[in-house]
């Protein structure tokens, strides 16, 4: 599809879901209302802007069901997000959102390369998290025979991957990693299983873990993106370039905004992801603001695929840190952090003011099977330590002072937020 | 003809020094002797002890970041200009000295360092007769 077909067709889902929404929803009923917008108002995809932005607080302020366009009577599902703090977002879908999800999903899987004739374990959590049912309901849909593993049982399960040839897995990434742990605790090795493909999501990772998974279990991992208050899995899918996720944009209409003005960003900028669900009937949102910070790619795919791509997810919004002006996350630290062996996967980002401008030194513990004998003069050490700092200021585009740290001297972290430590004072 | 040395990397702070020393006399390893090359935020300190791999290892096991440097160890007499006369040697035979320290064992002068050539370095103490150490006899001496 061209993109100007594309933008007519969002264009026109667009008015269609405003026009839904106004007369089914109060809460945004009341917001367009409140900034003097009518349906009509909204006739092309460029018209976005004009919409009031949702976010996750307005999910829990309508709890459980005041976001809900359908009559109960048409919800046939309903899934709940883990939310930590407060009350959950709950999402519920009609039959017509059971199938368009399944699609969708169907495009991710396909576009990884899964076929009816492949065996495929879905091991996200099945329940209330969107993860297991959405993956399942994409395989079906392609007609692939699913093996709704789910979690937990690790040895069961990889028994079942060798003795029925699985060739597919939906899990996160993590969870691959502990998968590949466990083979190697019990003696099974990659030449053993059939697993040629992995949908991971549902949890940030970096192209490192990507390396060590596709080593270790033999097979090709894809990113799979997606959220319960849009969908759940399947709004967005790598595809064999293994470069940027698409997103199905003709029913989840992505934009970046500046996460403080809440400006929209060029395309190739990061900042922060918002989407608008152009289909969807149970519960629609308008500009539903993820707090996930990456940026779209400009450009087509060397697949063929017209479907705007995404970047990986670059971090939270919620952590971001302006120093010197400079946006920083501190999952851009972890990444580089994470490329260099000598360090350990831990740091710890220090951010002060002196004399009215902003510091930041990142702490890093070295690795002990990396301190060799060659460090036993500062020149080498301190060689280490430029070539990190050299790595931080090109990702950053700031300057930050490194301190190395002995090893297990950082305390592992609960959070993202506990990496930082800011005693500005403003 | 090189003997190991023991170099830990330690953060200016107090607390890293006694940790580190506490495992050694844990392991009841004997500190024959040691530097420190400092900066301002870390420094690595050098050690020539008894039982070096057994010592590195403890050392592992409190989560020291250390590592073994190889470097020589030569005796001389001590007498006014015999460290001139050692190191005349290796200069002669264009190598870099990339530190050295140096300590009194039994009326002995010995001298500790490290090159930035090694084979050719063994040579030139073979060729000039000079007195190399080795980890048993510094570990007899102490």
């Not at chain 1, 069961?156 to 466990?182: F, M, N, Q, V, W």
């Not at chain 1, 595809?239 to 944009?249: A, D, K, L, N, R």
């Not at chain 1, 952090?337 to 009215?356: C, G, H, Q, T």
């Amino acid at each position: 599809m061209s993109r100007d077909e594309m933008s007519a067709l969002q264009g026109k889902r667009l008015h269609k879901i405003v026009e839904y929404v106004y007369h089914n929803v109060p809460f945004y009923r009341n917001k367009l209302q409140e900034m003097d917008i009518r349906p009509d108002d909204i006739q092309t995809i460029e018209d976005i802007r004009k919409l009031p932005f949702t976010t996750k607080k307005d999910l829990r302020d309508n709890y459980p069901f005041g976001l809900q366009a359908a009559p109960q009577s048409e919800i046939i599902r309903v899934h709940a997000s883990s939310g930590t703090t407060g009350n959950p977002t709950i999402v519920g879908y009609t039959r017509k959102d059971i199938g368009v999800w399944s699609e969708c999903m169907a495009r991710c899987l396909t576009a990884y390369g899964v076929t009816r004739d492949d065996i495929f374990s879905v091991s996200y959590g099945y329940g209330l998290f969107t993860g297991g049912l959405g993956a399942h309901y994409g395989v079906e849909h392609i007609g692939a025979s699913v093996i709704p593993a789910g979690t937990g049982n690790t040895e069961k399960h990889l028994k079942l991957i060798r003795d029925l040839g699985i060739t597919g897995i939906a899990c996160t990434p993590s969870y691959a990693l502990y998968l590949a742990e466990t083979m190697d605790k019990l003696g099974i090795r990659k030449e053993d299983i059939k697993l040629r493909v992995g949908a991971f999501g549902a949890e940030p990772w970096t192209e490192n873990m990507r390396d060590e998974i596709q080593e270790r279990l033999g097979l090709k991992g894809y990113n799979l993106y997606g959220l319960s208050e849009i969908m759940g899995p399947s709004v967005s899918y790598e595809c064999q370039m293994q470069h940027g996720s698409h997103v199905c944009e003709d029913h989840f209409y992505p934009e970046i905004i500046n996460p403080v003005t809440l400006e929209p960003l060029p395309a190739g900028q990061t900042g922060e992801l918002v989407f608008t669900t152009l289909t969807k009937e149970g519960m629609p949102v308008l500009r539903y603001r993820t707090r996930d910070l990456c940026s779209l790619l400009p450009g087509t795919c060397d697949c063929g695929r017209t479907a705007v791509r995404m970047s990986r997810i670059e971090g939270r919004s919620d952590d971001m840190l302006i120093i010197r002006g400079i946006n920083v996350f501190p999952s851009q630290v972890e990444s580089v952090v994470l490329s260099m062996p000598e360090f350990a996967p831990r740091y710890m980002l220090i951010v002060d003011r002196v004399n009215n401008l902003d510091t930041l030194q990142v702490q890093v513990e070295l690795r002990q099977e990396f301190f060799t004998g060659v460090f036993d003069t500062p020149a080498a050490v301190d060689q280490l330590e430029k070539r990190l700092a050299s790595k931080l200021k090109s990702v950053l585009s700031i300057a930050a002072k490194v301190q190395l740290k002995a090893p297990n001297t950082i305390e592992r972290s609960q959070g993202k937020s506990a990496h930082v430590i800011d005693k500005r004072k403003l | 003809m090189t003997i190991h040395q023991l170099s830990i990397f330690i953060e200016n702070r107090s607390g890293t020094l006694i940790k580190v020393l506490n495992a050694l006399k844990e392991a009841n390893i004997q500190i024959i002797a040691s530097t420190i090359a400092d900066t301002a935020e870390y420094g690595i300190y050098r050690l020539i002890c008894s039982s070096p791999m057994r010592a590195c290892e403890e050392l592992k096991a409190a989560n020291v970041a250390v590592a073994l440097s190889d470097v020589f160890a030569i005796e001389i007499d001590d007498k006014p200009g015999r460290a001139a006369d050692a190191v005349k040697s290796f200069s002669e035979a264009g190598i870099s000295i990339t530190y050295m320290y140096s300590f009194l064992l039994r009326g002995k002068g010995i001298l500790i360092f490290r090159t930035d050539n090694n084979e050719l370095a063994k040579q030139v103490i073979a060729r000039d007769g000079l007195k190399s150490v080795s980890e048993e006899d510094l570990a007899a001496l102490a």
